[in-house]
């Protein structure tokens, strides 16, 4: 089994990064997400160990004493982390697995892995974005305009990704994320460990 690839997928929120990913993990056998460790509490709705792995905060500095985290950061007071022996697990069994980090993390994560393909997903304009963090009725006036604040500051970092996508219609988006995922598999590297058997039996005569 060929190894897998490690994504890195980043948008600042509101722009439908999480329901592209997860959209696209429910097409994609090959797909899986990481669940981050973080410190934050618990949305209703969510389950510990699938949407997250929810800790205190002395759990989580006892683990980045460990060396746990393949990357960790800070996001409206509260912590997120990426477990590194759980990814390496998941690559090593051949899935595809996707970080949703923001560009912090993504910058730590390409620091200690040689081999990632990073993704930013674009809103279409500010009002959009805007719209969509209110429609979740989640949060405040003064919440939603931290988060704007945070959101022109995550997007300044747009050009330091391999794939841009916009989020203006979600089914062309998300059919341009599965493209990046189908070509990247098809990559001259990952198909000759598939199939090296057959190459050996094709070639064969040639040697």
Known sequence: MSDGSLYIVSAPSGAGKTSLVNR??????????????????????????????????????????????????EVFDNFYGTSSRHIRQQLAEGLDIILEIDWQGARQIRRQVGHTVSIFILPPSRDSLRQRLTDRGQDGEDIINRRMRDAVSELSHFDEYDYLIVNDDFDTALQELAAIFKVRRLQLSRQRKRYAPMIEELLQDLR
Do not use: C, W
């Open 24 to 73: 696209l993990v429910e097409m994609d056998g090959q797909v899986a997400v990481s669940v981050s460790h973080t410190t934050r509490a618990m949305r209703p709705g969510e389950k510990d160990g699938m949407n997250y792995h929810f800790v205190d905060h002395a759990t989580f500095e006892e683990m980045i004493g460990q060396g746990d985290f393949l990357e960790h950061a």
